[in-house]
């Protein structure tokens, strides 16, 4: 499994960005994908995942009303808008093979490199 994350960036505080995860997935499996986040000096935190079977989103309360989860055939996104400062973060996509608690990174064993986003 590998996953390579992009769209992160800076942006002033109430924009938008769309982060995106290219993952490579075996088709033959489920598997239950995420979004994570992490500042210096603390854990790293659950944003957002989707099922194993695709059919129920998660989110963490800080993030809903703001961000969307979603997937199209490879590729997991994260949209995200009315940013805040507090958003400021690495941004990692996840994925493990099942159900899993979905808001557990020690539940995951793929990992991406991160993408940075900062919120000013």
């Known amino acids: 499994v590998q996953l390579v994350e992009s769209g992160g960036g800076s942006v002033q505080a109430g924009g938008s960005l769309r982060l995106s995860c290219a993952a490579s997935?075996?088709?033959?499996?489920?598997?239950?994908v995420g979004w994570f986040r992490q500042v210096p000096g603390k854990e790293r935190e659950a944003v957002a995942s989707?099922?194993?079977?695709?059919?129920v989103t998660y989110y963490t309360d800080s993030v809903k009303g703001r961000f969307t989860i979603s997937k199209a055939a490879n590729t997991l996104y994260l949209q995200m808008n009315s940013l805040k400062v507090d958003d400021t973060a690495m941004y990692f996509c996840a994925a493990e093979g099942g159900a899993v608690r979905w808001w557990d990174p020690r539940e995951f064993g793929a990992w991406g490199q991160g993408t940075q986003v900062t919120v000013s």
């Open positions: 989707i099922s194993d079977g695709g059919g």
């Open positions: 997935l075996n088709p033959t499996s489920n598997y239950c």
